[in-house]
């Protein structure tokens, strides 16, 4: 520590934050203290699609558990489901979660083959491990997980179905269930979900229990467990689509419903976990970020050495420009000339693999080309050229770029290990599969180009007409935070309006306001810290990329386009 010239505040400051983040980490994995986690165990399905799925289960199970196999849905991956496997496997079950083919950590395209032969092959995983019973199984789908109700369907081994924010098949295409063959379906539902809506599901569901549609109640348990045809709709008055992986009483109800279609089980905890998790997340978010943001003023010392009143700020001088009338520059060009960054973007991702990374990389270009214009335009007022503007970051020698970047990648192996140790293993993945590796550096590589863009605007443009405290910082995250989610917002937004669809909207905004947030946090403490946007825009660029890319599934881009427009 010495080495770093640290004082000892930011010494403690810096121990605090690592201390808050291991026991955070470890109480992570230990909550609760009753189940096993086994991470990413892979089988293979009979069309040779390598299947990525994790399995948490009681400690002291015994032999011939019940076990519950748990889909997630598009865009997502087998993380999303580990809350509602953390509590059944809790209250005695062996709760499985499996990539879909495609997403996650699953190889095989999206479109090739049946979703159906991923959930058969973790059945026949469970059936080969010799302490399960194979004939009381339970099915979970989320979204595009509940294709499962097929097999289900078809399969008597399943004994209840549980779908969460999906769809619900009629009486013709999903057996009602009876004391010989009982079928207990629960469907869940969020007030405010983009793509099911609760009367949609009252249709089928009615047929289910032979009765009109009018007289179906939310929260109203039909048949029963007994007789093996216990049918409700659980009607959330606060969720979204998104929220609905998360959301503490979804889990509540999926996990009971478990519990009651299956009373024999005599491991039964019926405490709740979710929320003791949520905390601990929290800490360990704070803990994790806290530790990371204070490392990067001693790694720059380090590795980029000059002491701070002798390096180098790269800046753009608009002394003319107030911090109001900048912003309200940057914003219109955003949002007028974005449509134009966005068209060139997509022409160039028609020949990769991930659509959906493709058509993110093509949204946030749309503001960097934006504001690309918008740089050309200044320098061209100060008689610079626009090569020499974009070649701000890398002015000097070649061997201080070269620190920079190595900066960079430090910096990113720093903020992937605290993200996959507390969102990754708990909550979304950031390890894709190896199929999509070889796509993501190539997605990398444009995402590097746009935050390059976005760091010549926002560092080095703004950042020069605020002063160096702390709480100039703040601002100029706030600002440059403020600047991008207002054009995502905009932009997502007239795209949802245009398909008249609010999936993506529900979906990218929560995500982005994380993520965007976390950026600008690096991005301006990076390049106050080393007087270059670099390194900022490399760890953001890698973080970033690694969570799309596991969330993205092999996909062309016509056929991405085709969909999001149908």
């Known amino acids: 520590m010495n080495k770093l010239n640290l004082s000892k505040k930011q010494s403690a400051l810096i121990m605090t934050f690592l201390a808050l983040f291991g026991v955070s980490t470890i109480f992570m994995f230990i909550t609760p203290f009753n189940v096993k986690r086994t991470y990413n165990l892979t089988t293979t399905t009979s069309d040779g699609v390598l299947i990525s799925f994790n399995v948490f289960e009681p400690i002291d199970g015994g032999n011939n558990k019940k076990a519950v196999i748990m889909g997630h849905g598009v865009l997502g991956n087998k993380e999303l489901m580990n809350s509602y496997a953390i509590e059944v496997a809790a209250a005695g079950f062996?709760?499985?979660?499996?990539?879909?083919?495609?997403?996650?950590?699953?190889?095989?395209?999206?479109?090739?083959?049946?979703?159906?032969?991923?959930?058969?092959a973790i059945k026949q995983y469970l059936n080969s491990r010799g302490d399960i019973d194979i004939?009381?199984?339970?099915?979970?789908?989320?979204?595009?997980?509940?294709?499962?109700?097929?097999?289900?369907?078809?399969?008597?081994?399943?004994?209840c179905f549980l779908g969460t924010a999906t769809f619900l098949y009629n009486s013709s295409s999903l057996r009602r269930g009876n004391s010989s063959n009982p079928l207990?379906?629960?469907?869940?539902?969020?007030?405010?979900?983009?793509?099911?809506?609760?009367?949609?599901?009252?249709?089928?569901?009615?047929?289910?229990?032979?009765?009109?549609?009018?007289?179906?109640?939310?929260?109203?348990?039909?048949?029963?467990?007994?007789?093996?045809?216990?049918?409700?709709?659980?009607?959330?008055?606060?969720?979204?689509?998104?929220?609905?992986?998360?959301?503490?009483d979804f889990v509540?109800?999926?996990?009971?419903?478990?519990?009651?279609s299956f009373p024999d089980v005599i491991q039964t905890d019926e405490n709740f976990y979710g929320n003791i998790r949520l905390i601990i997340l929290v800490i360990q978010i704070i803990g994790g970020i806290g530790f990371f943001l204070s490392l990067i003023k001693p790694l720059s010392e380090i590795i980029v050495p000059k002491k701070e009143e002798e390096r180098e700020m790269h800046i753009i001088e608009t002394p003319d420009l107030s911090i109001k009338k900048f912003s309200l520059k940057i914003l219109a060009f955003s949002l007028l000339l974005g449509f134009p960054g966005i068209f060139i973007m997509l022409i160039i991702n028609i020949p990769l693999g991930l659509a959906l990374f493709g058509f993110l990389?093509?949204?946030?270009?749309?503001?960097?080309?934006?504001?690309?214009?918008?740089?050309?335009?200044?320098?061209?007022?100060?008689?610079?050229?626009?090569?020499?503007?974009?070649?701000?970051?890398?002015?000097?020698?070649?061997?201080?770029?070269?620190?920079?970047?190595?900066l960079g990648v430090i910096?990113?192996?720093?903020?992937?290990?605290?993200?996959?140790?507390?969102?990754?293993?708990?909550?979304?993945?950031?390890?894709?599969?190896?199929?999509?590796?070889?796509?993501?550096?190539?997605?990398?590589?444009?995402?590097f180009f746009t935050f390059m863009i976005f760091g010549l605007v926002y560092q080095y443009t703004l950042q020069p007409k605020f002063n160096n405290s702390n709480k100039s910082i703040a601002k100029v995250t706030l600002l440059t935070y403020m600047f991008m989610m207002i054009y995502t917002f905009v932009y997502v937004l007239v795209l949802s309006l245009i398909i008249r669809s609010f999936f993506y909207f529900g979906f990218l905004i929560p995500i982005a306001s994380v993520v965007f947030l976390l950026?600008?946090?690096?991005?301006?403490?990076?390049?106050?810290?080393?007087?270059?946007?670099?390194?900022?825009?490399?760890?953001?660029?890698?973080?970033?990329?690694?969570?799309?890319?596991?969330?993205?599934?092999?996909?062309?881009?016509?056929?991405?386009?085709?969909?999001?427009i149908n």
Request: net charge neutral; glycine share 8%; with cysteine.
């Open 411 to 447: 910096l990113a192996s720093i903020i992937i290990i605290i993200l996959h140790l507390s969102i990754g293993m708990n909550y979304f993945s950031f390890v894709p599969s190896l199929t999509k590796v070889l796509w993501i550096p190539v997605y990398m590589v444009l995402f």
């Open 94 to 120: 062996v709760a499985v979660t499996l990539d879909f083919r495609g997403h996650g950590q699953s190889t095989g395209p999206i479109g090739g083959g049946s979703l159906l032969e991923d959930i058969i």
């Open 519 to 564: 950026a600008t946090l690096i991005w301006t403490v990076s390049y106050r810290s080393s007087g270059n946007i670099i390194a900022g825009s490399i760890a953001s660029c890698v973080f970033i990329s690694l969570l799309i890319g596991t969330a993205a599934s092999l996909q062309n881009m016509i056929e991405f386009i085709f969909n999001f």
């Open 361 to 406: 990389v093509s949204l946030f270009f749309g503001q960097a080309f934006a504001q690309l214009l918008y740089l050309w335009r200044l320098g061209k007022r100060q008689d610079l050229s626009f090569r020499s503007v974009l070649g701000k970051p890398f002015k000097g020698d070649r061997l201080e770029s070269l620190r920079h970047i190595l």
């Open 252 to 260: 509540r109800e999926v996990k009971t419903w478990v519990i009651n």
């Open 184 to 248: 207990n379906v629960l469907m869940v539902v969020g007030k405010f979900d983009e793509l099911i809506e609760v009367d949609e599901i009252k249709i089928p569901f009615a047929e289910r229990i032979n009765r009109p549609v009018e007289d179906v109640n939310v929260q109203k348990l039909y048949g029963s467990f007994e007789m093996g045809n216990a049918s409700k709709i659980y009607y959330d008055d606060n969720s979204n689509h998104l929220s609905s992986y998360w959301d503490t």
């Open 135 to 159: 004939n009381n199984l339970g099915y979970v789908g989320f979204s595009m997980g509940g294709i499962g109700q097929s097999l289900v369907n078809n399969d008597l081994d399943f004994k």
